[in-house]
């Protein structure tokens, strides 16, 4: 190979090097960027456990067209999730909610005088109770706004969850409202809420907002960090 031959070799390959970043700097630019990338689907609610008490599913619910919750500030949320009992002899009881978006409200299922949960079972607490043996999931998934997830253990959870929950706990849920909100709740952000059980302890859990039909998405943004932006890549 002569020494001409050699350096026209090196020179193409210099050349596809710059064209490659330049298509990659071009598409970072052009595309959109991960954090902020419109989402179709509703958020899939966070979880957590303390000692025997499991919670799944938990958000605040978006509001619905002609509901008297509007998720603005001054007016009232509902957070929904599904309270699961892994203990085998004692009852427990969510005794009270604190969250700086406003006062919670707990209404226990119909016919219950306290948000108890009985050993081996689960307690969900919803918009409204649903018609069928479960919640339907959307196209994509996801439980419809409002309404618990099942409450079996999955990738998400810890294992922890027993299956022997209660037959439909859906059909009878207790409400969970947040009264004179102290500012707009965003879907996308999510916001810390302590929840205190008589025998099991407090949990704080960072809680999303269900993102409705539609809503720009940003990954890992807590109510803290709203407003601020970091670019680059």
Do not use: W
Not at 15 to 34: E, F, K, N, P
Not at 47 to 70: E, K, M, Q
Not at 91 to 104: K, N
Not at 149 to 177: F, R, W, Y
Request: glycine share 12%; proline share 5%.
């Amino acid at each position: 190979m002569t020494a001409s031959t050699g350096a026209r070799r090196r020179m193409v390959s210099v050349a596809a090097l710059a064209a490659g970043a330049a298509l990659v700097l071009s598409g970072c630019g052009a595309g959109q960027i991960a954090q902020t990338a419109t989402q179709v689907a509703a958020v899939n609610g966070n979880h957590a456990d303390i000692d025997r008490i499991s919670l799944r599913n938990v958000h605040i619910v978006f509001p619905a067209t002609g509901t008297d919750y509007t998720n603005a500030k001054g007016g009232k949320a509902i957070i929904a999730l599904s309270v699961i009992n892994n203990g085998e002899t004692v009852t427990d009881e969510l005794t009270s909610i604190a969250t700086d978006l406003g006062t919670v409200k707990i209404t226990p299922p119909a016919g219950a005088s306290a948000f108890q949960i009985a050993p081996q079972q689960t307690v969900v607490a919803a918009a409204a109770p649903t018609t069928g043996t479960a919640a339907k999931s959307d196209e994509h998934g996801a439980t419809p706004s409002g309404t618990a997830a099942p409450t079996t253990s999955g990738s998400h959870g810890t294992g922890q969850a027993s299956d022997k929950a209660s037959a439909n706990p859906e059909q009878k849920p207790g409400l969970i409202e947040i009264t004179g909100l102290t500012k707009d709740i965003t879907p996308g952000l999510t916001y810390p809420i302590t929840f205190n059980f008589k025998q099991n302890g407090t949990v704080t859990v960072q809680v999303p907002v269900d993102a409705g039909a539609a809503t720009e998405r940003h990954e890992g943004q807590t109510a803290a960090t709203e407003g601020e932006h970091k670019g680059g890549h």
